[in-house]
């Protein structure tokens, strides 16, 4: 990441300290040290260790922190992830927010991983979506590259993609297209939405960059790959599931983009130890 | 809702438009108007319906809204949860930052109350925990309340729940409760954390309000209720199962805590459709 | 205080520096570097020293900050609060709103150490209200406590207090009581405000945890404490002076809370000299 | 006012409400309406009235808000400072902050009026100092005109006032007085703190345009004002009192800064009462 | 534009009224109500109607505004852009903030249209580059769209662009390709800076999208051109003055970006006249 | 300058990397480290130095920065204005946004010095106006300075200046200024903008401290100078051309107001090379 999500962090801090953790500032004294490590307890692929860090070092800036993992390792149940030591209170008060962030995090990289592996030894790339918690688009986006997958456009701001409402409002794909291309950076790919042959057609007249097959069963899928034949980049969406992964990789398409990778990961477990 | 996430709603527009949604700004009118619904695609309990209205008014003030529902509700797939008209732009550009913040916050819901359910016929206390997502404190224990269930404390500042290094940094469960006590404003309990039977008997000398089992079996924590025999309110935490409910809740302890009430519900589908 | 005040600290940096300290930055050179110590000119207790010393520190990162005293300690007239060594520039140009700080927190510790001192024969908790200058509540509570006094709730969130108009709006008090009861979290109690003794009686079968007298005159306190008799924490508000608190000490009352404490403190005098 | 300090108003909420007005949020439905009125318990000066409107307006944006006073107004005991129709929800929750602000804010003006009224004989102008609470400079101005007194430079950027340690950097009075003219803005004036007749007599050499007598008796003062002669306004600073205002005014001086107008007034007594 | 630049309004209001318009505050009751226009001093196209309109409603809400203009559009000197009624305190005090917006941003629109129309007879692309004024990226690269030009990436987050210190970093020109490829997005284009044939020759079969020609002269641009034959589309960048475009439109050249577009046009000249 | 803007700077990094800068995230290992000059690329004055550091530091606060100039410095083409050494990523990151601040800031200030030389000779005070761009109002003032001119006031705020629409409101020149003085701070002076003979010997009579003749030919110029006689300090306004200044310059006035020093500066050319 560039940088980090330093309002989120604060907002976390904010919403849960509040006016003071009370528990900690009345029994522990301001001067008590401590030791304590987070440890994994499934097994995981890691992502958001720097968020973690970052939010013990704002209750302790003198804090020592240790890791033997980079985001997007492997961790294995029963393994260290970070070893702290620093003030005892910042330890208790901050142990919750660092956590949720990296049970958050690393329940999607966790989760992608799933999807990443049934996907291995095909050559098409899988997506995520703008379908992210709110707040959370770039950490999110950041865990899924962790878990192995690819990131769509970050948001309506790098990518045009064309849906039916905007054709609608232009009267056909080859005006809509026509009318972005004329306008927008010449560093920007155009992407439209399609859901039968003819809009496929259409939209390769039209020159588009890439075309997206909008909820097509498999076999209109690789009828759509056939006539497109590498005349633009071919997406698929629309409620994939992990099982379908292998069979939708076998049509040639190019991506595969799954809302699930973000909207639909639990959390996995980690949790602190004061030694 | 007091007040609504502002900063939050601010956030997941600012990083989804950014600089621009360059292809609904290239491709339809400024002046162009729309209607529009957004439909649940499987059965749910609504939350979050007040952020996405927000969310639709942020991008057009004028944006006429209409709803049969209110959060809380059981919505059955296909039902029409919203019904917007106004600039198309609007619509278009904040359908999904509305949807991410519904699914959400609907998701937690829904998951919740299958929770809810399976207690339903018990005077236990169904409670979720600070495991929520950074940023989502209050929207995200709004929404189980939706669910049906109740909010453990809000977050550091309105509660004293003593674990076992507070324990330890204060020499004991005497010490501990007598500090906290002390110096608490006289309006909140102390609650205690205890694995073992020596640590109850010890809890409630020092005259906690509130015992937490922690990861105790159930025949412990029936020993342990005939213990405590109403002197302090009883608390179940530690891994609970959607199975386990109905078996802890005859055990007659008083609270259920489960942090997969917010860390681990998937997001429900609702979409939107331009008529 | 968990966290510094570090909104607040801009916003006095901020309304007095301006677009600049033309005196200062025009006649004193950026690298001239000075030497002062903040002075008390009256005997007072001392509150805001991390503050006063972090405005000096905005100013100058590397300033060299001392003092003999802790927050919460009694200062004579005369003697040196604070040490310090810096960019004279820095020292000049914070030295009127870290005072301002200093003044105006010392000035409630101050103010409220004299209430302590007139109860410090007694059992009676003396404790604060929501009577606070608007953005320093936290602020002026930490002074509070350093003056020797206790808490009441932090605000709205962190306590039930049920006024007349919330009764009214029940339809009464068991009723509003229940309803309270039934939603807030297990860990806050539940305070009634109350003007005559078939308040008291109605409170008491209602099971609230704190009976709150307001404006009642010693002897109607006399008698609702031996009514009230242990059954719920006693609180006698509205208007106490300085000179009754030893007769109310003496009603057997658990806790007193005084506005004045916090809304009606003068500011004590701190000068600060340059060496 | 030229703008309402919203990010003041903003914290004064933030504060108080937290995650939430537990007791009005669970006992008044949030469809009830009320009526109030806000009236003065004691005799007192008005000012903050905008302010206390826009709380409740941030709360209820439908509240209909009515008074018979401005602020500047003298208000007698018992009377209604304003009229309130709008969500009871509303009117209960912003009770609170809206009265800290216009305790607060009529605590001053009411107090400046009694120096004011001390001085209304006399030419001289009574004027506040940077001793403010931080951040309610402006507020705290503000109601010191509200009071009839008038501002000092608001801050260390829209005025020039040379002190001791100013003058010793520099290497003396007309060192410093010719280094500031030709930095500073010419529609900025130059004030020069002095303690005794040699100072007075360098300050004028070096064409100040305002002397401020620090701490001198008054027949020192008496003394100045006839050796300056009108070639500098005359401004008497430091430690001044009520009891003393009328014989300092008598000297000829024109201008008299005080402040404890400022930071020692405590807040006057204005309630709520729904009816 | 999607949104209103808030945060620069917010600023410019704040930096230029601070602690009050202290002339028209004392000088104009604040009932007094104005009409007013906006003139066109200098022959220029039109840009930031729309934020000059909200810098006057922030501070009257109420105020009338109306224009036969819209952005984009050529004023002659003398013509009226905008007509205002509302309260003359508004009008005074936003005066100068609403014209610095509009001078500043019809500067570039103005400038940029000598440009266009020195190219209007080309299929060439004029673009602008990163070299905005800090804080207006997006405002500045609107007026560049309302002169006529078109927009470059709008940052570093939406376009790849390789400059010999990546290429350097990576190995050489076909590594660096190679892995912005695998990691960018499907919907974002690669172009490279070269400058001379090998390194033409390279990019094309590394299969960049965009090749830029950093500082050629008019000969070695038409070789360029002629060896890239449509392959990828070509830019012209560096140094380039008005005199040039028409002799470099005509090498065949697809984008001539040019950063005076947006760092070195002079203000235009509009006045406000009250009436 | 006593601060750093830290919020442009914000703004800046925020506009310009976004969510993240993709050419330069995966191309370049987060470990590398890099050494860069920055070179003028023209004959310029510096401005802008400790902000292009901070710029850089906020990237990579371990970054090594030297430099052998300080602001206001003359540079000669060719010369070094800063070399740096530290993360590759951080400087190729923030070249741009660092440039631009530098650029326009050196533009201005290297614009200030033609008309500072042109006035060299002579006792007149060249200053600016609020003509600058929103958001950089204290940062372009400071660069006028380090061109070597001075400074009108930061804003409406610490100076008054009466025109014609605040005359006409008040009723006369002598109502105007009486009300003004009656309720400013006694270090603020007066300025009123004249434009005929008549005013002028109003404005005499009325005891304002500064007459601003706006837009009068030289001949009338000098017949108000002359009329003025040193009673008020004389400003010249409108329109000025650096051509007209030395004969304005002799006319005796005391002030050259010019709104193109800042409104109208170009851009300098500086730029970064990676050694």
């Known amino acids: 990441m560039t ?5 989120l962090i604060d907002m976390a801090l904010a919403e849960d300290i509040g006016t003071g953790d009370i528990t900690t500032d009345y029994l522990i004294s301001c001067d ?21 860090k ?23 149940c029963g393994e260290t992830v970070l070893q702290l030591e620093g003030s005892l209170r910042a330890l208790l008060t901050a142990e919750r927010p660092a956590l949720n962030f990296l049970q958050h995090l690393s329940g999607i990289a966790t989760h992608v991983r799933t999807y990443v592996k049934a996907l291995q030894h095909s050559r098409v790339r899988l997506v995520d979506t703008r379908k992210t918690t709110p707040g959370w688009r770039v950490l999110e986006k950041y865990a899924v590259r962790m878990g192995g997958a690819h990131n769509h456009r970050m948001g309506l701001f790098d990518g045009v993609l064309i849906k039916d409402n905007h054709i609608a ?3 056909g794909i ?39 097959l ?36 076998q049509t040639g398409v190019d991506l595969i983009s799954v809302g699930a990778l973000t909207h639909s990961a639990r959390a996995v477990d980690l949790s602190m130890r004061i030694q």
């Open 174 to 212: 080859q005006q809509a297209v026509a009318a972005a291309r004329k306008q927008i950076s010449h560093l920007i790919k155009i992407e439209i939405e399609v859901s039968d042959l003819a809009g496929i057609h259409e939209a390769l007249e039209s020159g588009v960059d890439v075309i997206m």
């Open 32 to 52: 008590s040290q401590g030791r304590g490590i987070i440890v994994a307890k499934e097994d995981l692929i890691l992502a958001g260790l720097d968020i973690a």
């Open 54 to 76: 970052t939010v013990f070092q704002r209750l302790d800036p003198q804090v020592h922190l240790q890791s033997a993992y980079k985001d997007g390792a492997e961790v294995v």
């Open 3 to 7: 940088s980090l999500p330093t309002r």
């Open 169 to 171: 409002a232009c009267g």
């Open 214 to 249: 909008d909820n097509m069963d498999i076999a209109h899928i690789r009828e759509a790959v056939s006539v497109i034949k590498n005349r633009a980049i071919v997406e698929v969406s629309g409620g994939v599931t992990l099982n379908q992964l292998s069979d939708l990789a």
